[in-house]
């Protein structure tokens, strides 16, 4: 847990000294936009390497607990786990954040782009399930998935839905052509990864244990409200910053997603 805080805490520096080019050109600050230009590179590879820590350190966390983890998410491989499904769910994240920025501010998303990043997303989530069901056959485990009990449901449901479904949608190309759809399978990717991570953190040590445990409406309202925090500054940067190349947006006016993402001819 030391680990895992350090590693968010520096992380969340390095994304708050990438984002200051931003406020140093909306004030007219060209030396230190010039020098943060060559600070860039290093605070790149920085990013990159603090972000691999804290997903890798996250399952660590949990390889510590064999004996109070179910057999379908305990794994000595966890740390890979939870850094390749990372990649998937980042990947996931920017369709779904494409679209929300387009209801909100009215901005084009790039749809040659996106596809592309769907296509990277099915591949990365195809090379997650082959890793995840190969380490379950070989430790033995996967036998568990066919008990039809609770785990095996909540598992069945993590891979059908989280993985295997979006992966299907993904490696169509009328599917990533089509910005919906794409958001959707986008959507299935990043639901199935939060399963993932809840069953991993309550469900498995909850049916490891034989323990209950139900979060209370305050956790729920905590992480609501900190979503809520998030796109609120997010939009607040959109107005008076900017981070997009036309500019900040005065007064945003949502777009219909139905007529601005019909497929191109």
Not at 50 to 74: A, E, N, R
Not at 77 to 82: H, N, Q, T
Not at 201 to 219: C, D, F, H, R
Request: hydrophobic residues 55%.
């Amino acid at each position: 847990m030391f680990e895992i805080g350090w590693c968010v805490m520096l992380y969340t520096t390095v994304l708050f000294l990438e984002f200051l080019p931003l406020v140093f050109e909306r004030f007219g600050y060209t030396k230190g936009l010039h020098i943060w230009h060559r600070l860039s590179p290093i605070l790149v590879l920085l990013g990159i390497l603090l972000s691999t820590l804290h997903q890798s350190s996250l399952g660590t966390l949990y390889v510590i607990v064999p004996q109070k983890m179910h057999p379908l998410w305990y794994s000595p491989i966890l740390p890979i786990l939870f850094f390749i499904s990372a990649i998937a769910l980042g990947l996931a994240m920017v369709c779904i954040e494409s679209f929300l920025s387009l209801r909100a501010f009215g901005k084009h998303l790039e749809a040659d782009l996106l596809a592309q990043i769907g296509k990277a997303c099915a591949v990365v989530l195809m090379l997650y399930t082959v890793v995840r069901l190969e380490d379950l056959y070989i430790r033995g485990s996967l036998r568990y998935a066919w008990n039809f009990d609770t785990a095996s449901w909540f598992f069945l449901g993590e891979i059908g839905l989280g993985a295997l479904l979006p992966i299907g949608m993904l490696l169509f190309e009328k599917v990533r052509r089509r910005p919906l759809m794409l958001v959707l399978a986008s959507f299935l990717v990043v639901l199935g990864m939060i399963f993932n991570r809840l069953n991993v953190g309550v469900t498995s040590i909850q049916l490891g244990m034989n323990a209950q445990y139900t979060p209370s409406w305050k956790e729920f309202a905590v992480s609501l409200g900190l979503i809520g925090i998030g796109m609120a500054l997010f939009s607040l940067a959109v107005r008076y910053l900017p981070v997009f190349p036309e500019g900040p947006v005065a007064k945003p006016k949502p777009a219909d997603p139905f007529v601005e993402l019909a497929p191109r001819a």
